[in-house]
């Protein structure tokens, strides 16, 4: 019988986060993980995150796994990693038994912290298990994992983050993308992923679900149809579309079944079982904690602040109690309300040329010099283009969720935050470059880069072709973290509609 102060068990952003907090605080931690690499999620995300720089806020999560992994190094023999062990069970004995290598063991903890995260929901249609339909994980940890591109064209079923940041990313991997559908009338995602995947000239179809999928020893098409309400479509609405993939992101589930089996009280919660639990995030069995997806399925910053919260808060009932105990469980506990805050904001219609038009600098100020514009106008949990700029041209935000807000006077166009933004919500225009023509400078996160001095398509916020516009600059270096910024030429009649381009065959 292995004893031990701590177990964690799963190694994703919340495990990480409790496993680092509760040996900063003097516990032994045993994390248990059944994969055979660390970091859950983060390994497979390869945009930047949301929130602020408490939550690593403008860094990639793969980055931010390697951040949290090399914080665990430091503490020595005093954290047990035991990768590829997959937990058993909690008995009423407080024992956790464990499968590693074909070997059964048994660990008595004083306390447990529970960061199992939480499985992907699944739509039932016919032919759903035909090779070729895919959970979002699933295609994140083909491409961004193991670099495997899942198919040619496909359709993303469910546009809330997930939905709409794999459809991103699989577009960056070069897969056609069909169209975007989502059962309801409002996408429950961040607009800024919405615009950035609707500029690409990829349509976001609401009030739409699959009634089939066909194929015989594949995908190779697929019917969808319009639908009057969640439950009810809506016969002779039905379109069929040729694609070889179909990804679904329709939510997620918490794996609770060790809490259920420990004795925890459960709840039905947000759609889900959950454990009942205090704000420290301890259940009402004594000295068990749960963090992450698997207390509430929410974003991946906010999963890394509960599992702060529940290390430094099982160590503190081991008897560990943090120097700075108060003040940092305060701390998370304001993190959190902010980032929920956001997190339960408006769903928004997508960004159109009138909205912009309405935010756009004046055009004398266009015309003065080179000035940052900003489309972000959801309340969501983000502040980066503020803690970015160091002109100071952004108001200072007295709450996470607030909108941006820019000094034009103060802005020079240095296009730090255009960079920093991870709704790539920002570009800078120039409108002095002549009489006729304005420089744009847009990120561009796509392989190959246009070459300097070629003629590109100019794309609206629609992804409809507009104008023709050449690249005057190519920039990326390190700093701009794989986020390069395209120079464009473009005539001033499309000041209001340019916002993309597309490089065509070359």
Same mark, same amino acid.
């Given at each position: ?16 986060? &409790? ?116 959970? &979002? ?177 099982? &160590? ?55 000035? &940052? ?134």
């Amino acid at each position: 019988m292995k004893t031990v102060d701590l177990v964690v068990i799963g190694g994703g952003p919340a495990g990480l986060c &409790a496993t680092i907090n509760a040996a900063k605080s003097g516990a032994n931690v045993l994390l248990l993980e059944r994969d055979k690499h660390l970091g859950g999620q983060l390994i497979k995300q390869t945009h930047m995150f949301f929130g602020s720089e408490k939550q690593y806020a403008s860094i990639r999560g793969f980055d931010i796994a390697d951040i949290l992994l090399d914080e665990i190094s430091t503490f020595g023999d005093q954290v047990e990693i035991m990768s590829d062990a997959s937990v058993l069970g909690i008995y009423e004995d407080g024992v956790i038994t464990v499968e590693k290598n074909k070997e059964y063991i048994k660990i008595k903890p004083k306390s447990i912290i529970l960061a199992t995260g939480a499985s992907e929901n699944f739509s039932a249609f016919p032919n759903n298990d035909l090779p070729g339909v895919y959970g &979002a994980g699933a295609v994140q940890t083909l491409m961004n994992v193991y670099g495997v591109k899942p198919g040619e064209r496909a359709l993303m079923v469910g546009a809330g983050n997930i939905g709409l940041i794999v459809a991103y990313q699989l577009a960056q991997a070069g897969v056609d993308i069909a169209a975007v559908i989502h059962h309801s009338g409002k996408i429950g995602g961040y607009h800024v992923h919405a615009s950035k995947i609707r500029r690409m000239g990829i349509p976001i179809i609401t009030n739409h679900a699959i009634k089939e999928v066909i194929g015989k020893d594949r995908v190779e098409k697929v019917v969808i149809w319009e639908m009057a309400d969640r439950k009810t479509p809506i016969p002779g609405t039905e379109k069929e579309l040729d694609v070889d993939t179909v990804c679904i992101s329709v939510g997620l589930t918490p794996l609770v079944n060790l809490l259920a089996q420990a004795g925890c009280e459960m709840t039905y919660d947000h759609g889900s079982t959950v454990a009942v639990t205090d704000e420290t995030f301890q259940t009402t069995v004594p000295g068990i904690y749960v963090a992450g997806d698997a207390a509430r399925v929410e974003e991946a910053s906010m999963a890394m602040v509960e599992g702060y919260l529940a290390g430094l808060s099982a &160590a503190n009932f081991l008897g560990y109690k943090h120097e700075d105990y108060d003040e940092l469980r305060a701390d998370y506990l304001s993190q959190l309300k902010s980032l929920r805050m956001g997190h339960g904001g408006p769903r928004m219609d997508l960004v159109t040329e009138e909205t912009a038009r309405e935010h756009f600098p004046s055009l004398e100020r266009i015309n003065r010099g080179p000035v &940052a514009v900003v489309e972000c106008f959801q309340e969501i949990p983000c502040n980066p283009c503020t803690t970015s700029c160091r002109r100071g041209a952004f108001e200072e935000m007295e709450d996470i969720n607030d909108l941006p807000v820019i000094d034009l006077d103060v802005c020079n166009g240095c296009t730090i935050c255009v960079t920093s933004c991870p709704g790539m919500a920002i570009m800078v225009v120039d409108g002095s470059y002549s009489e006729d023509e304005a420089l744009f400078k847009i990120p561009y996160e796509f392989s190959p880069l246009p070459k300097i001095g070629s003629t590109v398509r100019g794309l609206n916020r629609a992804g409809e072709y507009i104008t023709d516009v050449k690249v005057l600059r190519v920039t990326n270096p390190k700093s701009f973290d794989k986020t390069p910024l395209i120079t464009c030429v473009v005539n001033k009649d499309f000041l209001y509609e340019f916002r993309n381009i597309e490089l065509g065959d070359e």
